[in-house]
Nanobody, 127 residues
Framework: QVQLVESGGGLVQAGGSTRLSCAASGRTFSTYIMGWFRQAPGKEREIVAAIDWSGSSTYYTDSVKGRFTIARDNAKNPVYLQMNSLKPEDTAVYYC????????????????????WGQGTQVTVSS
């Protein structure tokens, strides 16, 4: 059974930092594009960041540029999301997802491009 499991969420003060990790089982995701998405209450799920399988190309949504960093370690967990200078508006459930295999260049941003999803981890930023 293919599983992606997020960890690292929790309660963080505004201006603080936290790191999310995504562990995979049942399949090797080293050749997959990996992405982080989030969904705030009452809002649609949106992409936060994504990284191609080689790690050389990344995408960030405008609201997190300069604050969040996506990285991958194909030998261990497939993807991390370092979140700095957190704001209350970053409060959401964060999901790890795996997208197309072996695609290079700027990763896709559409949800339907991602076929495997984790259950999500809550990140709450207090003001």
């Amino acid at each position: 059974q293919v599983q992606l499991v997020e960890s690292g969420g929790g309660l963080v003060q505004a201006g603080g930092s936290t790191r999310l990790s995504c562990a995979a089982s049942g399949r090797t995701f080293s050749t997959y594009i990996m992405g982080w998405f989030r969904q705030a209450p009452g809002k649609e799920r949106e992409i936060v960041a994504a990284i191609d399988w080689s790690g050389s190309s990344t995408y960030y949504t405008d609201s997190v540029k300069g604050r969040f960093t996506i990285a991958r370690d194909n030998a261990k967990n497939p993807v991390y999301l370092q979140m700095n200078s957190l704001k209350p508006e970053d409060t959401a459930v964060y999901y790890c997802a795996a997208g197309p295999r072996l695609r290079v260049g700027v990763p896709p941003t559409a949800l339907h491009e991602y076929n495997y999803w984790g259950q999500g981890t809550q990140v709450t930023v207090s003001s």
